[in-house]
């Protein structure tokens, strides 16, 4: 599994005076629930916490996990992107 992210994990919680231990809370989701989805999800959701629902920077998280064996079903690769009005 490789995750990547921006800086708006990292500084996820700096204007209410929390942190995240990136690296923790990784091992943490993994360990519980495996999945690519499932850690971006997660992570996700606990940097708008520390931000109390109201995040301060964007923040991308990409998560890649390769499986042994062979495919089962679809793949899915889900992508957004806001397009500002012009």
Not at 67 to 73: A, E, F, L, R, Y
Request: charge should be negative; proline fraction near 7%.
């Amino acid at each position: 599994m490789a995750c990547a992210f921006t800086d708006g994990l990292v500084h996820a919680g700096s204007r209410t005076g929390k942190s995240l231990d990136i690296q923790t809370a990784i091992a943490e989701i993994w360990t519980a629930t495996p999945g690519a989805q499932t850690l971006a999800n997660s992570l996700l959701d606990r940097a708008i916490a520390l931000d109390d629902g109201r995040p301060t920077d964007d923040t991308s998280i990409a998560v890649l996990h390769i499986q042994d064996g062979p495919g089962k079903g679809p793949r899915y690769m889900h992508v957004e992107m806001p397009v500002p009005d012009v």
